[in-house]
Each structure stands twice: as C-alpha cells, then as structure tokens.
C-alpha cells in the first residue's frame, strides 16, 4: 500500500461519494486501502474507518453498504450494548472486567449495570464493507466510559451471517 491520499473516481470521472463521509478518500493500493474520518451520529463525533479489501472492485454498492451501515447507527448500538450487557453475565468478559474497574474507582462493591451501559459511549466504528469470504467482518464498534473513569475499550464485532460477539479482552 502507499501513503498517498486519492479521491475514488467511478468509470465516468466522478468521484465516489458517501451520503455520511463525502467523497471517499482512499490511502492504500491494490491490497487494500483505508479511509479514517469523523462524523456527527446524534449529538456526538465518532471516529469512522472503512477498510476496503479489494480496492478495484470498489463501486457504488459498495458505496451504498457504507452508508446502509451508518444509516443504522442507532440500530448497530443498540445491539452492541445488548451484546455487552449479555457478556456483563459472564465474570471474565471484557465488559465484566470495565465493569470492575470502574466500581472500584467509584468504592462500589456491587456497581450498577444499568448506569454502566448508559455510561458507555461508542468512540469509534470500522466499516470493511466488501471483504467478500476471506474477511467475514463488516463492522466493528468500540466503546469507552463517557466520564473516563476506568481505562478500557471494548469492542463489538459483527460479521456476516452470526451475532454479534463482544472481544474477549479489553483493549
């Protein structure tokens, strides 16, 4: 991959546009490219990276399964925080463990769960909209304490055809 920046251009010269990002900035090359940027998604910025596998296959449905992702932002957080809350149950889950830190900073033996997930805030979302087989994964979403609290991110990963699964270790 290089290091330069280039605007994605369709066959006729116009550049590939993202309703969310604008037009789609790639640093990369034939084995891949990246794009990181921010965007507004309610009242808050988010970091946002797509990961585009195959480069020059990259068209306006891939465009669009961009968009379709950040169209159902609300959709994707809701789940995220239902899959955490899902591994809250489970003592060594990353979450499990964010929530402990954060209970013992706040001298709380039993800290609340539910004032926890709302605490949580998502910081960052990679979109890999066209990883075909060999890559399954399609979005990721990676959370943080809103107050900053306790040190850690966890991180939702969705992939083609499964539910999504919280990682195992706080990052």
Not at 40 to 61: F, Q
Request: hydrophobic share 35%.
């Amino acid at each position: 991959m290089t290091d330069r920046e280039r605007t994605v251009f369709d066959g006729l010269g116009n550049s590939m546009d993202s309703r969310h990002l604008g037009p789609l900035k790639l640093v990369g090359g034939v084995g891949g490219a990246v794009m990181e940027t921010t965007t507004e998604v309610g009242d808050r910025s988010i970091s946002v990276r797509i990961e585009i596998d195959h480069p020059t296959r990259l068209d306006k449905t891939v465009v669009a399964g961009i968009d379709f992702a950040l169209d159902g932002f609300s959709r994707t957080d809701e789940l995220s925080r239902q899959v955490i809350g899902d591994a809250l149950r489970r003592p060594n889950s990353a979450p499990s463990e964010l929530l402990k830190k954060w209970g013992s900073l706040a001298g709380q033996d039993d800290p609340d769960q539910d004032e926890f997930l709302r605490l949580l805030e998502p910081v960052q979302t990679t979109i890999m909209p066209d990883g075909g087989r060999e890559n399954l994964e399609r979005v990721t979403m990676t959370y943080v304490l809103a107050d900053s609290s306790a040190p850690g991110r966890i991180i939702v990963r969705f992939r083609q055809g499964t539910w999504p699964e919280v990682d195992p270790r706080l990052q």
